[in-house]
């Protein structure tokens, strides 16, 4: 499911993190503690939405071990990065159900690539080709074959339209609270990109990050 809706379609409380903390407690206690999965509750979810660790912490949420080492893991790992828990809304829709997915925020490089910040991670991998295109001295110019290479063009594409699908939630919350590089592209951040891409389960990230590694190291030879 897209994290984009129309305006329309959700209560735009939850979107307030100073404010949506009743919102959410709600919600929590339907899903994990009710085991509530539809209803106007859940069709008047956004698709997705940021909460502070600390309106989860010690909260009477859930009935299930499982759920709350769960929780307790995101709000502890959100804590220890001064972040969010990112809330995921996902939908069945042959049996017309709904069910939730959590996420420590902001993005870092390092972090294992899910379904719930692949979004995330492709924003921050746009950033870096951006980067050398603009820079083509420091690393080699990602870019620079495109014209050329078909296969290149190819995942460029791809890249570029999984990170603009973060589009939608910057015009709600400012980019550092969704993720966070270095926007200078140190040697050590790009090692991080490099792995991150390199583990990606996406079969054709390996070979983007075989393309990498051949563009760099043919920098790091004068080319």
Not at 106 to 135: A, M, Q
Not at 136 to 149: F, K, L, N, Q, W
Not at 179 to 200: C, R
């Amino acid at each position: 499911m897209s994290r984009t809706q129309s305006q329309a379609d959700f209560n735009q409380d939850y979107f307030q993190i100073e404010k949506n903390q009743e919102l959410v407690l709600r919600l929590f206690r339907s899903y994990y503690r009710a085991h509530q999965n539809s209803g106007k509750l859940f069709d008047d979810l956004p698709n997705f939405f940021l909460v502070k660790p600390i309106d989860l912490k010690d909260a009477d949420l859930t009935t299930r071990a499982s759920d709350k080492l769960i929780i307790d893991d995101c709000v502890n790992r959100a804590q220890e990065r001064r972040g969010y828990v990112g809330v995921s809304k996902r939908k069945n829709p042959k049996l017309n159900y709904y069910w939730l997915e959590l996420a420590v925020l902001p993005f870092v490089l390092g972090d294992p690539v899910s379904e719930n910040n692949k979004n995330e991670f492709f924003y921050v991998l746009s950033n870096f080709i951006e980067y050398t295109k603009r820079h083509p001295r420091v690393y080699g110019d990602i870019t620079a074959e495109i014209d050329s290479d078909k296969d290149l063009a190819l995942m460029l594409k791809e890249i570029n339209k999984q990170g603009a699908s973060l589009g939608a939630l910057l015009q709600i919350y400012p980019q550092e609270m969704l993720v966070q590089f270095n926007a200078n592209w140190p040697i050590s951040e790009v090692n991080k990109l490099l792995m991150t891409l390199k583990d990606n389960d996406q079969s054709w990230c390996e070979v983007f990050f075989e393309y990498l590694i051949y563009v760099m190291g043919r920098k790091g030879k004068g080319g």
